[in-house]
């Protein structure tokens, strides 16, 4: 299973662009990225999926550089609702377990 | 998207007692279930993978005596905890996966709250 790593924690303002990166370096050829978003005492909620280039959907951005060992959820003008972990995966068909890292806590500031 | 229910959201149980915890999937068929377990300020943790019709895969560490999972249908996963202590309190959350195209997408419970008294 391909490790990730994310920053710990970010800090932004209301209505401000969110990005948070998180690199795979062992990411394997049938792996894709997979973004949750958990809120306390909640079960994580999926945002986004990608294997590469770019997805996006309502909520989000996933950004995939061409050599796919790192992507870059976006999350445009975020909200104080917004404040949460983020938690970015790597998973393949062969390899469905999801091992969580730590996450990135988003604190969205007024 | 998916939606995986969870009973009960919390439960106060004394030490020594056992309960039960119940995964659903509501709109989608299942074949392979999670179930993690998050401590306080911790990421989630993968206990085991349940799979419909057989056994369960326990991730090292997880005694497989004392979290007994089954999974009888393809819509219900069961996470019994036998014999709680206080050190068993924590919060328990299970996972569905489902087909999208070639991909599949994993769906989680809201979780539940176990405390042992």
């Known amino acids: 299973l391909a490790k990730t790593t994310q920053p710990i924690s970010m800090d932004s303002y209301e209505g401000q662009e969110v990005n948070i990166t998180c690199s795979h370096n062992?990411?394997?050829?049938?792996?894709?990225i997979t973004w949750y978003q958990q809120f306390p005492s909640q079960g994580p909620r999926f945002i986004i999926q990608?294997?590469?280039t770019k997805v996006t959907n309502e909520v989000a951005s996933l950004f995939i550089p061409a050599d796919r060992k790192s992507s870059t959820l976006s999350l445009p003008r975020v909200s104080l609702s917004d404040t949460a972990v983020y938690y970015c995966?790597?998973?393949?068909?062969?390899?469905?377990?999801?091992?969580f890292g730590k996450g990135t806590k988003l604190s969205v500031i007024p | 998207g998916a939606v995986v229910s969870q009973h009960p959201s919390w439960v106060i149980c004394k030490s020594g007692t056992s309960v039960k915890i119940e995964c659903r999937s509501l709109?989608?068929?299942?074949?392979?279930m999670f179930w993690y377990r998050q401590f306080p300020k911790q990421s989630l943790m993968l206990m085991a993978t349940?799979?419909?019709?057989?056994?369960?895969?326990?991730e090292q560490g997880v005694e497989k005596d004392k979290f007994l999972i089954n999974h009888a249908s393809l819509t219900l996963s069961t996470l019994t905890v036998t014999s709680a202590h206080p050190e068993d309190s924590s919060f328990y959350i299970c996972?569905?996966?489902?087909?999208?195209?070639?991909?599949?997408?994993?769906?989680f419970g809201p979780g539940t709250r176990l405390t042992v008294t």
């Open positions: 996972s569905a996966r489902s087909l999208k195209g070639l991909i599949y997408e994993q769906y």
């Open positions: 062992n990411i394997a050829t049938n792996d894709y």
């Open positions: 990608g294997y590469k």
């Open positions: 995966l790597v998973s393949g068909a062969g390899s469905y377990q999801l091992t």
């Open positions: 709109d989608f068929q299942a074949t392979t």
């Open positions: 349940s799979n419909e019709g057989s056994k369960a895969t326990y």
